[in-house]
């Protein structure tokens, strides 16, 4: 009986041992099975489908309002404002006096030493013209004495071509180089009376520049006069050679073209063209876009703390705004434009080496598809080959702690954007779906 007993409790034993092992199994096995069931749901993806459309390529540059229609009034007279002749918003032609200036001893000074190397210019313009005509006499006559010399029976055959054997002799060279050199002397003295001339106007200009009549470099309209008669003009010196400096005086608006100066990096240089057309904002017009054309490109560029840039010049389209000199801007130079073209979001596109790729979602499961890509925008890339319209393509993928409970599925949102169409939200698991 006791043995039975012992018997019973042993096999008793051994039974609860085994139970509580199969517990524990049954138990591992469900919490792996539900940590492998939720990491399925988990993965999530951001989706839109491939559609075709317009997409446009385009550089961003920034820089500064270089001229604006606007020529600066400057002079270099000095004392006391006299008469201003004119208001400010006035059409004036150029030459027209804007006002007048009774000079200290230093703009009086100034003004007469101008108008002494004014003066100078001219009388050396004028004894250059009489050496000229002089030159071009003797330079006439050497020329008839050598075609004399030249067409008589000595130097030239009965069939008048030229005797080559006489023609060696001292005698014609002598004649012949009396004209080249009289001829070259001619020549010389010509570009003497360029530079004469050229001389001649710039001390014209410093002439004006001193004078106390101050007049409108250009025809337009008149502005920034904050000068009244009674006030003084100091004059204006350089700190180091103690020459004259000019002084600004008014502004005229022209009408002219409005340009503007920017700086582009070294690996966008070589796609900019002129003629390309450009989109532009300024901060002083938020509100406002305009539009101009790339005029100029310097492609020799300059170094900055070790960075290469490029300087380029955009014109405006006319535009009614008024804008001033060295207001900031900024400009998209438009590079490329395509029409019903491929086009996926610029975060569906990975790139391995050379090779691009996108995810297309097939059957609930991520295919990695290898594709060409053409040309780009800020927000989305051409597809040359390689998917299809209508594909779906993966632009993110999220993973969180999504749970299924009572028939029904927690959806993350997701914080990717879509281009293009599509845009829904699709999970995939091991199995699909």
């Known amino acids: 009986m006791k043995k039975t007993k012992e018997l019973f409790s042993r096999f008793f034993k051994n039974r609860l041992r085994a139970g509580v092992v199969i517990v524990l199994i049954l138990t591992v096995i469900f919490f792996g099975w539900q940590k492998v069931k939720g990491s399925q749901q988990t993965v999530q993806y951001q989706t839109t489908k491939v559609a075709k459309g ?23 007279a000095s004392g006391v404002v006299k008469d201003i002749l ?9 030459g027209q006096t804007l006002m007048t200036v009774t000079p200290d001893s230093v703009g009086l000074q100034r003004q007469q030493q101008a108008y002494a190397s004014y003066l100078s210019a001219q009388n050396s313009l004028a004894s ?3 050496k000229l005509y002089s030159l071009q006499s003797t330079m006439m006559g050497n020329w008839k004495t050598y075609m004399d010399t030249a067409q008589n029976s000595t130097y030239q055959n009965s069939d008048e071509t030229p005797n080559t054997a006489n023609r060696a002799l001292p005698q014609f060279y002598e004649v012949y180089d009396n004209w080249l050199n009289s001829e070259a002397q001619y020549k010389n003295q010509q570009g003497v009376i360029t530079q004469d001339q050229a001389a001649l106007s710039n001390s014209w200009l410093n002439y004006q520049a001193a004078s106390s009549i101050i007049t409108a470099p250009a025809a337009g309209i008149v502005q920034d006069i904050t000068l009244v008669p ?29 340009a503007g100066q920017f700086s582009v990096a070294e690996i966008d240089v070589g796609t900019i063209k002129e003629g390309e057309k450009t989109t532009l904002t300024l901060d002083a017009f938020p509100d406002k876009t305009f539009t101009g054309t790339v005029t100029g ?9 070790g960075v290469t840039n ?41 790139t391995s080496g050379t090779q691009s790729y996108v995810r297309v979602l097939q059957n609930g499961n991520p295919v990695s598809m290898p594709v060409q890509t053409g040309i780009s925008s800020d927000t989305q890339i ?21 749970q299924t409970s ?10 990717f954007g879509g281009g293009g169409g599509g845009g829904a939200l699709r999970v995939g698991g091991f199995g699909g779906r």
């Open 128 to 130: 250059d013209n009489a």
């Open 297 to 305: 490109v310097d492609r020799t560029g300059a170094v900055s703390s």
């Open 86 to 94: 004119v208001k400010n918003g006035d059409h004036v032609s150029q």
């Open 310 to 350: 490029y300087p380029l010049t955009i014109t405006f389209d006319p535009t009614t705004a008024n804008i001033l000199p060295n207001m900031s801007a900024t400009a998209n130079i438009i590079t490329a434009t395509k029409d019903r073209v491929l086009l996926v979001p610029s975060s569906a596109v990975q």
């Open 406 to 415: 009572s028939g029904s599925r927690s959806v993350f949102s997701s914080g």
């Open 230 to 258: 009674g006030m003084t003009l100091a004059a204006q010196s350089n700190s180091q050679s103690s020459a004259a400096v000019s002084q600004k005086i008014a502004t005229i608006t022209t009408g002219n073209t409005i």
């Open 54 to 76: 317009t997409i446009v390529s385009s550089i961003s540059v920034s820089g500064q309002i270089a001229t604006a229609g606007k020529m600066t009034v400057t002079s270099q």
């Open 382 to 402: 051409e597809i040359v080959s390689g998917i299809s319209e209508g594909d779906d393509v993966i632009t993110g993928t999220l993973s969180g702690s999504a």
